[in-house]
């Protein structure tokens, strides 16, 4: 029962394409399709951009899209624009009932 | 407009206790799970505790097992954590969220801020 592990920061110039990574467990990401990613800019309400591992809520820009791999769950954001520059969180399905979600460490991402 | 506004967030002692509250406005609360997750100063998101729409279940993380209570008042369109045995570790933002689904939270509120310090 641990924190998914996330980069610190990943930085990109605009209009390039940033992928960040979320690497858990056999017991979260691995068994489960549950995987979803936040947009948190500090002081404000975190945003959900991806749920069930890749589909997007009605009003997320189309640049952002998630997958996984094995024990691996990934957000890419392509096109970057100066707005994208936020940390990013995913979070997993961990399915104990006294560590029901695991969230990732976070992810500071910088458009240069 | 879909909001959760949490209040209830203050300076405490350890050993103390503090009430959160979340009012919910814009969305058929009583149709949502609900969630507290939490964030310490310079740390990541954290979950602390789940409720069911009905209020019929609920989970707690085992660092806050036997100290915090979740509750709902779907009448009042209310979500509360009841804070006991405060120590400094539990100091963070603490943010209500709901649960569109498993693993997704949305909305969330923008939290309130509990500082356990003597």
């Known amino acids: 029962q641990s924190a998914l592990t996330q980069p610190a920061s990943v930085s990109g110039s605009p209009g390039q394409s940033i992928t960040i990574s979320c690497a858990g467990a056999?017991?979260?990401?691995?068994?489960?399709?549950?995987v979803s990613w936040y947009q948190h800019h500090p002081g404000k309400a975190p945003k959900l951009m991806i749920y069930?591992?890749?589909k997007r809520p009605s009003g997320v820009s189309n640049r952002f899209s998630g997958s996984k791999s094995g024990n691996t769950a990934s957000l890419t954001i392509s096109g970057l624009q100066a707005e994208d520059e936020a940390d990013y969180y995913c979070?997993?399905?961990?399915?104990?009932?006294?560590?029901?979600?695991?969230f990732g460490t976070g992810t500071k991402v910088t458009v240069l | 407009e879909v909001q959760l506004v949490e209040s209830g967030g203050g300076l405490v002692q350890p050993g103390g206790s503090l009430r959160l509250s979340c009012a919910a406005s814009?969305?058929?609360?009583?149709?949502?799970?609900m969630n507290w997750v939490r964030q310490a100063p310079g740390k990541g998101l954290e979950w602390v505790s789940y409720?069911?729409?009905?209020?019929?279940?609920?989970y707690y993380a085992d660092y806050v097992k036997g100290r915090f209570t979740i509750s709902r008042d779907n009448a009042k369109n209310s979500l509360y954590l009841q804070m006991n045995s405060l120590s400094a570790e539990d100091t963070a933002v603490y943010h209500c969220?709901?649960?569109?689904?498993?693993?997704?939270?949305?909305?969330w509120g923008q939290g309130t801020l509990v500082t356990v310090s003597s």
């Open positions: 969220a709901g649960g569109r689904s498993i693993a997704t939270f949305d909305p």
């Open positions: 814009g969305f058929t609360f009583s149709s949502y799970e």
């Open positions: 409720i069911s729409s009905s209020g019929s279940t609920i």
């Open positions: 056999s017991s979260d990401v691995g068994t489960y399709n549950l």
């Open positions: 069930d591992v890749s």
């Open positions: 979070c997993a399905y961990a399915g104990s009932n006294t560590f029901l979600y695991a």
